[in-house]
């Protein structure tokens, strides 16, 4: 019998990389959508007939309830949240929300409707922030450096909440940065890369960053969603750090994304104060011996591929953009 699984956030990076597997794995998908009127399925508008969606929030738990009842799933991933730190700055309740309460609301929704469902937390090396040690273990104590941060703490805490109170199978996995050709243009290694194809395509002449000198442990998503699944596939359920176990700085994502393309990433980057976060998390390493030795799993794409990935993507969208007379504004 085909296994069922319900994702929320399926149109974002994650969800569509881990719809595509667990389609290749040979189950029904059902992915959860917010009704919005500027609906965005471009990540998975190839596998868009093979997925069923339904509509559902995180903010209203009888949708929740309706989405599990009708899906009626053996696994809940749930990746849906207000995922973006500046953001959080900006919109520190709606975070809350979403990304904490949100994960409240799901579990019970499955708690009451589909209990026997196994169920994953996305968690995030934000919950760390400023570290006490380095590398960061599942042991590591979180001290959370953004309202984002402190939302994931929350969600990740109630995870683990319901599966001791109420016998849930639910896993959180602690996911260092991973990122793809389909990161969104918010985030500073797409930034960068979209920047890079833009500079050297010719339609931009800079690119403004903040703090060069921040540094982070980036893995490739497509290599980290494969982890989601397995955590869901072992006999007990437990929490996971998902990392490469290397931090790279800004500074050297841009001067790989320039080197690639055969530009001197000093002659275009400018430094803008408007990109500093009032609280900077410095430095986030991940030790993920624990998922390598209990879940079989090592990252297979180096951070140099993945940069010259999305650099090569980069390059192809923004040569499309110049070819149809089209200009979108840069980040």
């Given at each position: 019998?085909?296994?069922?699984?319900?994702?929320?956030?399926?149109?974002?990076?994650?969800?569509?990389?881990?719809?595509?597997?667990?389609?290749?794995?040979?189950?029904?998908?059902?992915?959860?959508?917010?009704?919005?009127?500027?609906?965005?399925?471009?990540?998975?508008?190839?596998?868009?007939?093979?997925?069923?969606?339904?509509?559902?929030?995180?903010?209203?738990?009888?949708?929740?309830?309706?989405?599990?009842?009708?899906?009626?799933?053996?696994?809940?991933?749930?990746?849906?949240?207000?995922?973006?730190?500046?953001?959080?700055?900006?919109?520190?309740?709606?975070?809350?929300?979403?990304?904490?309460?949100?994960?409240?609301?799901?579990?019970?929704?499955?708690?009451?409707?589909?209990?026997?469902?196994?169920?994953?937390?996305?968690?995030?090396?934000?919950?760390?922030?400023?570290?006490?040690?380095?590398?960061?273990?599942?042991?590591?104590?979180?001290?959370?450096?953004?309202?984002?941060?402190?939302?994931?703490?929350?969600?990740?805490?109630?995870?683990?909440?319901?599966?001791?109170?109420?016998?849930l199978f639910a896993c959180s996995g602690i996911l260092f940065?991973?990122?793809?050709?389909?990161?969104?243009?918010?985030?500073?290694?797409?930034?960068?890369?979209?920047?890079?194809?833009?500079?050297?395509?010719?339609?931009?002449?800079?690119?403004?960053?903040?703090?060069?000198?921040?540094?982070?442990?980036?893995?490739?998503?497509?290599?980290?969603?494969?982890?989601?699944?397995?955590?869901?596939?072992?006999?007990?359920?437990?929490?996971?750090?998902?990392?490469?176990?290397?931090?790279?700085?800004?500074?050297?994502?841009?001067?790989?994304?320039?080197?690639?393309?055969?530009?001197?990433?000093?002659?275009?980057?400018?430094?803008?104060?408007?990109?500093?976060?009032?609280?900077?998390?410095?430095?986030?390493?991940?030790?993920?011996?624990?998922?390598?030795?209990?879940?079989?799993?090592?990252?297979?794409?180096?951070?140099?591929?993945?940069?010259?990935?999305?650099?090569?993507?980069?390059?192809?969208?923004?040569?499309?953009?110049?070819?149809?007379?089209?200009?979108?504004?840069?980040?």
């Amino acid at each position: 019998m085909r296994k069922k699984a319900l994702i929320t956030g399926i149109t974002g990076q994650d969800g569509s990389y881990l719809a595509e597997l667990l389609l290749d794995k040979g189950y029904d998908v059902f992915g959860m959508v917010r009704r919005s009127s500027t609906e965005n399925f471009e990540r998975i508008e190839h596998i868009r007939d093979r997925v069923r969606l339904i509509q559902a929030d995180l903010l209203d738990q009888m949708s929740l309830i309706t989405a599990i009842s009708e899906s009626e799933p053996d696994e809940v991933y749930n990746l849906a949240a207000q995922s973006f730190v500046p953001t959080s700055w900006t919109k520190p309740v709606l975070t809350a929300e979403f990304t904490a309460l949100g994960v409240t609301r799901m579990l019970e929704a499955m708690r009451l409707v589909k209990p026997g469902a196994r169920f994953y937390q996305a968690s995030s090396s934000e919950m760390f922030g400023k570290v006490i040690e380095t590398p960061q273990t599942e042991r590591t104590p979180f001290h959370p450096r953004s309202p984002y941060g402190v939302a994931k703490a929350y969600g990740h805490f109630i995870t683990v909440n319901y599966r001791e109170s109420y016998d849930l199978f639910a896993c959180s996995g602690i996911l260092f940065n991973h990122e793809s050709p389909r990161r969104g243009y918010e985030f500073v290694t797409r930034k960068v890369t979209d920047g890079v194809a833009r500079i050297r395509l010719g339609v931009d002449k800079e690119l403004r960053l903040g703090n060069l000198d921040a540094q982070r442990d980036w893995g490739y998503a497509g290599d980290y969603v494969e982890m989601m699944w397995r955590m869901l596939q072992q006999d007990e359920p437990d929490d996971y750090v998902i990392a490469s176990g290397e931090a790279h700085s800004v500074r050297e994502l841009v001067e790989t994304a320039f080197s690639y393309v055969g530009l001197d990433w000093e002659d275009y980057v400018v430094i803008d104060e408007r990109f500093v976060r009032p609280a900077e998390v410095d430095m986030l390493i991940g030790d993920a011996s624990k998922a390598r030795k209990q879940l079989g799993w090592a990252p297979q794409v180096t951070f140099q591929e993945m940069i010259e990935m999305m650099v090569d993507s980069d390059m192809e969208i923004v040569q499309a953009e110049i070819d149809t007379g089209f200009t979108r504004k840069s980040g």
